[in-house]
């Protein structure tokens, strides 16, 4: 059986149907002491509930999902509810997927600038909870409905105006691999002090219809994951690494067996 290592943390959407009591109970069973958590099923269970358990249980919450959805009209509001809720947890992070193109727009630029006009009103509030809004760029494959935020260095640009302890970045190997600037931009976050989280997953084709549960179980695909951790590690970050998973096929394993898989993989790949 392997022995986590210490910087890993299980992202709750790995095992997406895993509920919280049996995630929390799974993962002290195998000596996991990080979760990365997700805001819908922490909203079913109850905040204060998996507030309590984590903490009773001695589990760090590694960062939220999440805030962002920039397009939407009452993001302000629904922003400032997902801090109040990361900071209720207990976790520094909190993950922005920044949002697509508002209905019926094609203009990326105005929808780039919507999310730095959030930022700005959203940092100090974060700053204030003592939780740093963590800028999450996506494949552009996802730019019209989801996240107009493409690139790391587009991220480190929206973060650049603000303090790092309120805007961050997150590094997911999915969503970076393909860039020609990804490490050249992983050093600059390091230098900046805006690396907030480190995430990872596998790109693996063809991706299924749909899309989004394409991502790829650890050393299944093509993503220099060794690679990705090195080059973060050579910036000084010391924090947890996420395996973040969408994949209908892991989703349907009982989640003591995804667990055991995910850690004999990042073992395997990742350390």
Not at 74 to 80: G, S, T, Y
Not at 196 to 220: H, I, K, N, Y
Not at 254 to 262: E, F, I, N, R, V
């Amino acid at each position: 059986m392997t022995v986590p290592d210490p910087r890993f943390s299980l992202n709750q959407w790995t095992t997406r149907h895993w509920p919280i009591p049996d995630l929390v109970s799974g993962c002290v069973a195998r000596g996991v002491r990080g979760v990365g958590l997700w805001r819908e099923p922490v909203a079913e269970y109850g905040l204060a509930r998996t507030a309590k358990l984590m903490g009773d249980e001695g589990l760090t919450v590694t960062s939220l999902c999440r805030g962002g959805f920039f397009q939407e009209k009452d993001a302000i509001a629904e922003n400032r509810r997902a801090i109040e809720e990361a900071a209720e947890l207990g976790t520094p992070v909190l993950v922005l997927v920044s949002g697509g193109l508002p209905e019926g727009s094609r203009d990326i630029d105005a929808a780039r600038a919507r999310v730095a006009e959030c930022l700005a009103e959203l940092a100090p509030y974060a700053g204030s909870h003592n939780v740093q809004l963590a800028i999450e760029p996506l494949h552009p494959m996802y730019a019209s409905d989801r996240c107009v935020v493409s690139t790391l260095g587009q991220a480190l640009d929206l973060a650049a105006p603000h303090p790092p302890e309120q805007v961050g970045v997150v590094i997911d190997t999915y969503h970076l691999w393909w860039d020609t600037a990804a490490y050249d931009d992983i050093a600059r976050a390091g230098a900046e002090d805006r690396l907030a989280v480190f995430q990872v997953a596998d790109w693996v084709t063809p991706l299924p219809e749909g899309v989004l549960t394409g991502r790829g179980m650890l050393g299944d695909g093509c993503v220099e994951l060794r690679r990705f951790r090195e080059a973060v590690e050579a910036t000084g970050y010391t924090g947890p690494i996420e395996v973040e998973i969408f994949n209908e096929e892991l989703w349907a394993m009982p989640g003591p067996d995804a667990l055991t898989l995910t850690l004999d993989r990042f073992a395997e790949h990742v350390v």
